[in-house]
């Protein structure tokens, strides 16, 4: 669910890049029909093509919803309409839903591997959350990727989460700075129209 909703949100963007626009989102649609007929409730199945579709269908969403980020930060400099400040908040949600999936398909091998750990895979964690280690096992769910992922487009540091491995960490500073930049471009934005 929360990936349409991310793709809804950057499919429907204002701006010149709409063809482009269209033409990822049809594209991601398409290449997540084998992904819903694999697993169509949940995810409790994976193939060793679909964990590679899967984590390649999030990051070029979310490197898609950076590029609209970027083009709705020129439009807020040199326009700023009210129309551009709904824009803003639409890319920043998109962003927040593009990352906190892709963290989920990442960490640990992803959520099926998560969901069955007695399966051989890595286990490489790329985040360490603060109920890991207790004396109960926990195992992270999808909403702790999205408080992740929020906190680390309003806060310069996760306080949920601790990225630990090298891509972890750049995903995090990518999220970061660009929540920073578009936060930073609306609030001054939004100061001029009042002014």
Do not use: C
């Given at each position: 669910?929360?990936?349409?909703?991310?793709?809804?949100?950057?499919?429907?963007?204002?701006?010149?890049?709409?063809?482009?626009?269209?033409?990822?989102?049809?594209?991601?649609?398409?290449?997540?029909?084998?992904?819903?007929?694999?697993?169509?409730?949940?995810?409790?199945?994976?193939?060793?093509?679909?964990?590679?579709?899967?984590?390649?269908?999030?990051?070029?969403?979310?490197?898609?919803?950076?590029?609209?980020?970027?083009?709705?930060?020129?439009?807020?400099?040199?326009?700023?309409?009210?129309?551009?400040?709904?824009?803003?908040?639409?890319?920043?949600?998109?962003?927040?839903?593009?990352?906190?999936?892709?963290?989920?398909q990442i960490d640990r091998?992803?959520?099926?591997?998560?969901?069955?750990?007695?399966?051989p895979h890595r286990r490489?964690?790329?985040?360490?959350?603060?109920?890991?280690?207790?004396?109960?096992?926990?195992?992270?769910?999808?909403?702790?990727?999205?408080?992740?992922?929020?906190?680390?487009?309003?806060?310069?540091?996760?306080?949920?989460?601790?990225?630990?491995?090298?891509?972890?960490?750049?995903?995090?500073?990518?999220?970061?700075?660009?929540?920073?930049?578009?936060?930073?471009?609306?609030?001054?934005?939004?100061?001029?129209?009042?002014?």
């Open positions: 669910m929360a990936f349409l909703v991310a793709l809804a949100l950057y499919a429907t963007l204002p701006g010149d890049s709409a063809p482009i626009r269209h033409a990822v989102t049809l594209l991601a649609v398409l290449a997540g029909v084998p992904l819903v007929v694999l697993n169509p409730l949940r995810y409790s199945r994976q193939e060793p093509w679909s964990r590679d579709l899967s984590v390649g269908l999030h990051g070029v969403v979310a490197a898609a919803t950076l590029a609209a980020l970027g083009e709705t930060v020129a439009g807020l400099v040199i326009q700023g309409t009210p129309r551009l400040l709904v824009a803003a908040l639409q890319v920043w949600v998109a962003m927040v839903l593009s990352f906190s999936l892709l963290y989920w091998d992803g959520p099926v591997a998560r969901l069955h750990p007695e399966l490489r964690p790329d985040f360490r959350f603060r109920e890991q280690g207790g004396a109960t096992p926990w195992s992270a769910w999808y909403v702790d990727y999205l408080r992740t992922s929020f906190r680390t487009a309003v806060a310069f540091m996760t306080a949920d989460a601790t990225p630990v491995s090298r891509r972890a960490k750049w995903l995090t500073a990518v999220e970061s700075f660009a929540g920073y930049v578009l936060i930073g471009v609306v609030i001054a934005r939004a100061v001029a129209l009042v002014v």
